[in-house]
């Protein structure tokens, strides 16, 4: 890590010292709440086309830096990226969300094997250098991938379904075959991962969205172990890049979860209670987090009640300050300004 980057707060965080203010950003950043972000995606075409557009890719995610002046910008992406570059059939239906071809046989998942996904994913690559340049210097560029276990639950069921029924189901029956394809998505996950660091990522994230809809054995198999394979690989090839892990949804096994996959930052979801994890997460470890979405929405009191706790729980380690999951749509701009400025004391 060069001594420019070392000083980046949240780096610095990541890498265990306080800062007062904590460095904040938050997921989903740049979005539809924001009426720039509209206007791009209006000309895009589609969702896959603005992810695969660089120019128009780069210009969402620095928007949200312009506005606010966050300290971490996040790669404006998907998580089903990787799933449509091994070659299924990803789309987006608006107002419903993700649509996959259903993978549920052994044979279509050893197909897998013969893809290689990084050339497909090269615009993405392109607009992580994009971004990277177009950074002030002192924010953090953080890239991102979806966890082997949350990419595999669309892969199956083909889109969203909140209890993972399909995914959890076809790793009872077929044990083997769905552990073929979690090695896949791990080896493809490490490969994308180093990619966006070698395009100019300064951190990089992994997002376990469905990890709550697991039972304890399956959390171990399915979530931390592979986390574990991702982050020790990038360890041991990019030791100056912190990982942030996010299981969401996983309550009680989060100290487990942060303790056996080397996460140099636990992310903590909108149900975990902050105090909780600071009693019980090892000292000094960092963590992100966690204001409710709905929070930020209401504002006023509201937010300002929800804020003070979060920095009074989490005050004594090094802290990132986040939402708990992603900004909603309906979320107010202004709302956004007056979270700065209650965190910064302006």
């Known amino acids: 890590m060069?001594?420019?980057?070392?000083?980046?707060?949240?780096l610095a965080v990541a890498r265990g010292r306080r800062r007062t203010p904590p460095p904040a950003w938050l997921m989903r950043q740049a979005g539809r709440y924001l009426p720039e972000y509209r206007e791009v995606r209006a000309r895009a075409g589609s969702f896959l086309d603005l992810c695969f557009q660089p120019e128009?890719?780069?210009?969402?995610?620095l928007q949200p830096i312009r506005r606010f002046g966050f300290d971490a910008a996040i790669l404006f992406a998907d998580i089903l990226l990787l799933p449509h570059a091994l070659g299924r059939e990803v789309?987006?239906?608006?107002?419903?969300?993700?649509?996959?071809?259903?993978?549920?046989?052994?044979?279509?998942i050893a197909g897998l094997q013969d893809i290689d996904?990084?050339?497909?994913?090269?615009p993405v690559f392109e607009t992580v250098s994009r971004v990277q340049q177009a950074l002030p210097d002192d924010c953090t560029l953080i890239g991102f991938a979806g966890a082997p276990w949350t990419v595999a639950t669309y892969m199956v069921a083909g889109g969203t379904e909140r209890e993972q029924v399909q995914a959890r189901l076809f790793a009872y029956r077929e044990p083997a075959a769905f552990q073929s394809l979690i090695d896949r998505l791990t080896?493809?996950?490490?490969?994308?991962?180093?990619?966006q660091i070698a395009a100019g990522a300064e951190a990089v994230k992994l997002f376990d969205s469905w990890?709550?809809?697991?039972?304890?054995?399956?959390?171990?198999?399915?979530?931390q172990l592979p986390a574990a394979r991702i982050v020790a690989t990038l360890h041991a090839r990019h030791p100056d890049v912190p990982v942030i892990g996010f299981p969401r949804g996983c309550g009680g096994l989060l100290t487990e979860y942060a303790a056996s996959t080397g996460?140099?930052?636990?992310?903590?979801?909108?149900?975990?209670?902050?105090?909780?994890?600071?009693?019980?997460?090892?000292?000094?470890?960092?963590?992100?987090?966690?204001?409710?979405?709905?929070?930020?929405?209401?504002?006023?009191?509201?937010?300002?009640?929800?804020?003070?706790?979060?920095?009074?729980?989490?005050?004594?380690?090094?802290?990132?300050?986040?939402?708990?999951?992603?900004?909603?749509?309906?979320?107010?701009?202004?709302?956004?300004?007056?979270?700065?400025?209650?965190?910064?004391?302006?």
């Open 2 to 10: 060069t001594a420019a980057n070392a000083d980046k707060s949240l």
């Open 56 to 61: 128009m890719a780069a210009e969402v995610t």
């Open 91 to 108: 789309r987006f239906v608006e107002g419903e969300g993700p649509r996959l071809d259903p993978l549920q046989d052994a044979a279509t």
């Open 117 to 122: 996904p990084l050339p497909a994913l090269a």
């Open 187 to 195: 080896e493809t996950t490490i490969a994308y991962l180093e990619a």
């Open 211 to 223: 990890s709550g809809a697991l039972a304890p054995a399956e959390f171990r198999r399915w979530c």
């Open 263 to 346: 996460v140099d930052v636990i992310a903590l979801d909108t149900g975990t209670d902050p105090a909780w994890a600071d009693r019980v997460l090892p000292p000094g470890l960092p963590v992100q987090g966690n204001l409710d979405p709905l929070a930020l929405i209401a504002g006023g009191g509201a937010l300002e009640q929800a804020v003070a706790g979060i920095l009074a729980a989490l005050g004594n380690r090094p802290h990132v300050f986040n939402l708990g999951h992603g900004i909603l749509p309906q979320t107010p701009p202004d709302n956004v300004a007056a979270l700065l400025r209650l965190l910064r004391g302006d």
